[in-house]
Nanobody
Framework: QVRLVESGGGLVQAGGSLRLSCAASGRTFSNFAVGWFRQAPGKEREFVATSMRSGGSTHYADSLEGRFTISRDNANKNTVYLQMNGLKPEDTAVYYC???????????????????WGQGTQVTVSS
């Protein structure tokens, strides 16, 4: 079993930055694909970014326009970060960390391919 805990959300003005953290316990995280998804009120959950596994490829939603970066903590193998720069009001959502050991390369943006989920952290961007 893998337990995921997100942190780092909050209220920020447009143009600002936040760094979200996803801490895992229960398994070695380095062999897992770890993704970030978000869900805004009244909208479906959408893919944000994923790190396929430690040292593997990363993928981002096209809509982010290069503003977000996913990374793994080299010292603490069980932590993954999402650095968010140039935040916009439309980035307001609950952000979820997700993980799974067996995410197909072709399906990295599919939420149903990730078995483990955190409780989410709220990100609010004011205009």
């Amino acid at each position: 079993q893998v337990r995921l805990v997100e942190s780092g959300g909050g209220l920020v003005q447009a143009g600002g930055s936040l760094r979200l953290s996803c801490a895992a316990s229960g398994r070695t995280f380095s062999n897992f694909a770890v993704g970030w998804f978000r869900q805004a009120p009244g909208k479906e959950r959408e893919f944000v970014a994923t790190s396929m596994r430690s040292g593997g490829s990363t993928h981002y939603a096209d809509s982010l326009e290069g503003r977000f970066t996913i990374s793994r903590d080299n010292a603490n193998k069980n932590t993954v970060y999402l650095q968010m720069n140039g935040l916009k009001p439309e980035d307001t959502a609950v952000y979820y960390c997700a993980a799974d050991r067996w995410v197909p390369d072709s399906d990295y943006d599919q939420a149903n391919k990730y078995a483990y989920w955190g409780q989410g952290t709220q990100v609010t961007v004011s205009s």
